[in-house]
């Protein structure tokens, strides 16, 4: 049996999840768009920012991989 406690955290997740992902898909994708134009020679960025542009595209990758992970387990309990 679940409690109202125990349902309100899963909504609580679940909401979190759809609130992160959205952002996370916007990052990755501007990213990648600047990726790109680097990449084709339409930007010349310091070797620092390229750096910098990839910890970004790692990190938001790993929240991706977290909402995907916590929204299928949360699936899962339904």
Not at 5 to 29: C, K, Q, S, W, Y
Not at 52 to 61: G, I, M, Q
């Amino acid at each position: 049996m679940t409690t109202m406690n125990e349902f309100n955290n899963r909504e609580a997740l679940h909401v979190l999840m759809h609130d992160l992902r959205a952002p996370t898909a916007l990052i990755l994708g501007y990213i990648g768009m600047i990726q790109a134009d680097i990449e084709m020679g339409a930007a010349d960025v310091p070797a620092e920012w390229k750096d910098y542009l990839d910890s970004v595209a790692r990190a938001a990758e790993r929240i991706k991989t977290l909402t995907d992970t916590f929204s299928e387990s949360l699936k899962g309990e339904a």
